[in-house]
């Protein structure tokens, strides 16, 4: 009790016991430290205070030197007291770390508790002392700090979290012997750091574990399962050859388990994308998760130096370089990737360094010109929210521009990018780099908008990506823009949407574009890309026409500051990259089981928005069409085409379904020298909303990626045999045989927001359609390969998730697995092949999931082992002398100290273990007897047949779980059976 270890003569209570352990020298002597600041040496034999040692501050913790005859305290104060074993008047030191030492022999100013000290001990040199907390309170703001106090140098290193605790590594786990600490491992609150105490300035260990993906907030996930076997060594290689700067040249100190061996060990691969711009590959294989490589995409852009530079930026303030999305090629390793200031980066991969003068750069310039009216059938789901706001106008093709600004006398900008790309030479590492950069332009003072859709196609060397404004193709080979087209203008003239020209109060006319004749009540694209003065067929009047100038600039300088400072507030608030944690309860399902109409979830743009229903009002209604999925095939374009040809698939927000015809030149040199054609075939599927996944079947029902050619190192000159070899080099296209050609046919497979469809080609029938939800939405589909077969899975916002084979699209599993709480999950659910699924469940956290039968199966065997069995090393040699004087350690026999013999039986109040009858042919035996007597009282007592029926449901149970142990363990000694000594 408490009261024995103070001194009799105090009558206050000590406080808590903050701190318990026996002297490194002697085990039965046990040192005590309390709360208040008192300190006793407890003695285990004589069961008495052998000290005690009595400081004015609270105690937070105690540590031993390692010869026993001292130890140190940290005090709340922010001091470190030492004391002598046998000097318990006062402390031999008292030291403040931190505090400033005033004059005249005052006490220094106190200082922030010292939360925890370790004392450790070196054969060549001075003791180190390791200590956190402690900080003077005027450093106001400074972060958490572990100091390190070796001899005279004292060194704080700051922490990005608050220190949970700290360990010290030492040579060796005996307390009596010279620690020779070399590292402390170190507890963050959200990260686990390891200090190198052996090399000057105390680096820190390169963490090989993932332990922060949030190491810049993720931004967007995507999932690749099955990749080329060859891809994970070559990122890795990449990866380790990045220079880290201030670590540690020391490898990594912990060790310890093993990973798991799985049945099925294909490689996985995740990709993040992150606010600041860089982008990490992960190897997911089995259930490692590890880091590869990172691409920092901010390196190709100018940052702003000052206030003069941030208007190019002034679209996204916070993160302007952030990720939207990422495409890629595993096959070809071709990277795309687009971010929230509307730009598109076209990376390759390479093994080798490169240096380029100049990184080139395209502008394409997209603008609305028309609202978008309801279908006609009035059965689609709303479009994309648009970052700007409110809606305006459909794009006319319009090409590329240079990168020269322009503004009109009204100070709108016009024809500039929103980040500036680097002019002086760039330096690229080995890895993804850079070879082409799209970026949109603002239009009459109006930013782009941000892109809701990307695809690349390496065997066509084109990128695609769209947004609320239209569609853009690019050759990346060539390096130009070859389509830049509005969605009206892919329908051509069977658009099926009423679309009405904006009204003057949303319209923001373009500084070059002229004044249109308004006396004719209808405006051309023509008479839109007409000048002022390029022969204006106007037959009214000079006055007439100087009024109406006059009343169209009098409506701009009224409402450009308006309209400006609402599209800039709108698009600040749209293309905010703060992932939601809580959700409206109204947002999910309703009382009636059913997804409220006026909710519709926009899966790219991540944000809800009213939705069309016919009780929302007009204003809403006036939303643009987006373009939402994008794919490359080689199909039939047309209707009555009778042979396949490069397409590109396009999926709107209004479940249109609209097919590019793609012209390449023949042969790998005419590729870089004839212009490709693209042009829209006239081809229109609809569906019932938005369109969300395209992919397609052979006639067996195969999967038919899109084609691809195989990596190949740019960077190096090719020999004469390997220019041979190139040009007999195919595209490895996965298009039908010639029979199939001639006779059978494709299945195109469509996805959208409410129903799948799977179309026959060139025929365009509906084979097979399958409306998926009624009262709610797909928020994720997508069509993998499982158990040598395809399927169509897909996530929705009730919650469930369906899979669907093909192409008969007949229900294969209907899961309640997760409601849609927050908008996080949305964004970053997705699938891959072998019925694999991942989300971002948190800001900090990646949840995979799986489907599959056969994973589910071998996860056991794919945990792996924690702990790995390791030798203890040597205990120290106690030496003559120090045996002789009693200075050595001494051994303490607890049993005979605490067991029965000494101390008397225990008290009735704990816990005794009592063994039962052993062998598992005993515990089977025991749970038969117990059902036999229970089936005998259950005819006996009819009256307790509920209880006794329950009774014998345990039972069973109990004779199950029997059964099944005892196979696990025949198992098991099967396994080791035959294995020699040395393989355990």
Partial sequence: ???????????????????????????????????????????????????????????????????????????????????????????????????????????????????????????????????????????????????????????????????????????????????????????????????????????IFENPYPLSIHESPVTCCEYFADCPVDLIPALYSVGARQKRQGYSKKEWPISGGNWGLGAQSYPEIIITGHADGSVKFWDASAITLQVLYKLKTSKVFEKP?????????????????????????????????????????????????????????????????????????????????????????????????????????GGLRDNAPCLKVKTSPLKQPPGFQTELVVQLVWVGGEPPQQITSLAVNSSYGLVVFGNCDGIAVVDYLQKAVLLSLGTADLYGSSDPHRREPRSPRKSRQPSAAGLCDISEGTVTPEDRCKSPTSGSSSTHNSDDEQKVNNFIEKVKTQSRKFSKMVASDLA???????????????????????????????????????????????????AREAISALHFAETFPRKADSCLGPCLWVGTTLGSVLVLALGLPPGEEQRLLQPVVAV???????????????????????????????????????????????????????????????????????????????????????????????????????????????????????????????????????????????????????????????????????????????????????????????????????????????GGAQSLDREELFGEAASGKASRSLVQHIPGPGGIEGVKGAASGVVGELARARLALDERGQKLGELEERAAAMLSSADSFSKHAHEMMLKYKDKKWYQF
């Fill in 1 to 203: 009790m408490w009261n024995k270890a103070i001194e009799l003569s105090s009558k206050s209570h000590p406080g808590p016991v903050v701190h318990i352990s026996d002297n490194p020298m002697d085990e039965g002597k046990l040192l005590i430290g309390f709360e208040s600041g008192t300190v006793v040496l407890w003695d285990l034999k004589s069961k008495k205070a052998d000290y005690r040692y009595t400081y004015d501050e609270a105690i937070h913790s105690v540590a031993w030197h390692h010869e026993g005859k001292q130890f140190i305290c940290s005090h709340s104060d922010g001091t470190l007291t030492t004391w002598n074993v046998r000097s318990p008047a006062r402390p031999v030191q008292t030291i403040t770390p931190h505090g400033k030492q005033l004059k005249d022999g005052k006490k220094p100013e106190p200082c922030k508790p010292i939360l925890k000290v370790e004392f450790k001990t070196t054969r060549a040199g001075e003791p180190f002392i390791i200590l956190s907390g402690g900080l003077s309170y005027d450093t106001v703001g400074r972060r958490p700090c572990l100091t390190v106090m070796h001899g005279k140098s004292t060194a704080v290193l700051e922490m990005d979290y608050s220190v949970v605790d700290f360990l010290t590594l030492c040579e060796t786990p005996y307390p009596n012997d010279f620690q020779e600490p070399y590292a402390v491992v170190v507890l963050l609150e959200k990260d686990l750091v390891l200090i190198d105490l052996a090399q000057n300035g105390y680096p």
């Fill in 305 to 409: 130096r000052g206030k003069d530079d941030r208007p190019s930026t002034d679209v996204v303030d916070e993160d302007p370089y952030a990720v939207q999305m990422v495409s890629w090629c595993p096959e070809s390793r071709v990277l795309c990737v687009a971010g929230v200031s509307a730009h598109v980066l076209v990376c390759r991969f390479s093994r080798q360094e490169a240096l380029a003068e100049v990184i080139p750069m395209l502008e394409v310039r997209l603008y609305c010109e028309m609202n978008d009216e309801g279908s006609p059938e009035g059965e689609q789901a709303p479009p994309l929210p648009t970052p700007g706001g409110s809606s305006s106008p459909q794009p006319f093709p319009l090409q590329s521009h240079p990168s020269t600004s322009s503004s009109s006398s």
């Fill in 572 to 622: 600040k608030m749209s293309r905010k990259l703060s992932l939601p944690t809580d959700l409206k309860p109204d947002l999910g399902v309703n009382q009636e089981g059913k997804m409220p109409a006026a909710i519709y979830l926009d899966v790219k743009d991540n944000s809800f928005s009213p939705s069309r229903s016919s009780s929302v009002a007009s204003i809403d209604r006036e």
């Fill in 680 to 886: 829209p075939s006239g081809t229109m599927l609809r569906l019932k909303g938005a369109v969300l996944r395209m992919a397609f079947l052979d006639s067996t029902g195969c999967l038919l990626p899109p084609a691809h050619l195989p990596w190949r190192e740019h960077s190096i000159p090719e020999e004469k045999e390997e220019k041979e070899k190139a040009k007999k080099r195919r595209p490895v296209s996965v298009s039908p045989s010639s029979s199939q050609e001639l006779g059978e046919s494709q299945y195109a497979v469509i996805c959208s927001e409410k129903q799948a469809k799977v179309i026959a080609l060139p025929a365009q029938s509906c084979a097979y359609q399958q409306n998926m939800v009624e009262t709610s939405f797909v928020l994720r589909g997508d069509v993998v390969a499982l158990s040598a077969s395809v399927c169509l899975a897909c996530f929705c916002a009730n919650g469930h998730i369906m899979t669907f084979s093909l192409p008969s699209l007949r229900p294969l599993l209907d899961v309640y697995y997760l409601p849609l709480t927050n908008m996080r999950i949305a964004r970053t659910f997705c699938f891959t092949n072998n019925g694999q699924a991942l989300y971002l469940v948190s800001p900090t956290e990646i949840q995979r999931l799986t489907y599959s039968q056969e994973t589910c199966e071998n996860l056991q065997e794919m945990l792996g082992e924690l702990f790995t069995p390791v030798e203890t090393p040597e205990a120290p040699n106690r030496g003559f002398f120090k045996g002789l004087f009693g």
